[in-house]
């Protein structure tokens, strides 16, 4: 899988699944209905978040640290944002800190990264979609990109597999018989339901690989 980028921001520590989200928009969202709620990232999948939840929140607001989004996000999801009123943009912001009441998290704190100004926002969910870590560092023999995503079917390089190895199956890895699914894989969606697909298709592509392994070892008496 992968660990999820985490805020530097210690007082929301607590609040996390209170308030305080990590990649959680779609199961959460029906639960800000009429809330103004808060998507950190400037990414494709904080854009999606923020589309998402504007169909149930009172307001979305996009909390970006870059000038711009066109450098990391789609142009379709940048015109569908600027399109939707019920999302606004703040550029070159930075979220330090947060307020409880209840238990819940009830306020956020943001900084103006341009000037050095805080600034308190009343906030009743805030999703951070700030990227992850995929947990790979252990495949050291395994093609990955430069993020440590694992390279998959037509993204391996075949030149560095085995001279007498067939091209690899959608979801193998460059080392043959080493299949990746979910998170770990470089193009996958981020989601469980994708991770679900890519387990259930894994199992007929290893058994098309166990059955070419069968007839390599048959031809070769």
């Known amino acids: 899988g992968v660990d999820y980028r985490e805020l530097d921001a210690p007082a929301l520590k607590p609040l996390t699944g209170r308030g305080v989200f990590y990649g959680a928009a779609v199961t959460e969202a029906p639960a800000m209905a009429g809330r103004d709620v808060y998507v950190i990232g400037g990414g494709n999948s ?11 929140a009172r307001q979305v607001t996009l909390l970006v640290r870059g000038a711009g989004l066109a450098a990391s996000m789609s142009d379709y999801l940048v015109e569908q944002i600027r399109a939707t009123p019920k999302v606004d943009i703040l550029h070159r912001v930075a979220v330090v800190g947060g307020g409880i009441l209840d238990d819940c998290l009830d306020s956020i704190e943001v900084e103006h990264l341009d000037s050095g100004e805080r600034e ?34 037509h993204d391996v390089d075949i030149a560095d597999r085995s001279p007498d190895a067939p091209p690899p ?11 990746a699914i979910g998170d770990t894989r470089r193009g996958s969606v981020k ?10 298709g894994v199992v007929q592509q290893i058994h098309r690989y166990l059955a070419s392994v069968a007839e390599r070892r048959s031809a070769e008496g």
């Open 120 to 153: 308190i926002l009343p906030a009743r969910g805030l999703f951070v979609l700030i990227g992850s870590d995929p947990r790979t560092d252990w495949l050291e023999d395994v093609q990955r990109d430069e993020a440590g995503f694992l390279l998959t079917g």
């Open 169 to 179: 199956l959608p979801l193998e890895t460059s080392m043959p018989g080493v299949f």
């Open 191 to 200: 989601r469980v339901a994708t991770a679900v697909g890519d387990g259930a």
């Open 46 to 56: 904080a854009g999606q978040a923020a589309l998402h939840l504007a169909k149930f």
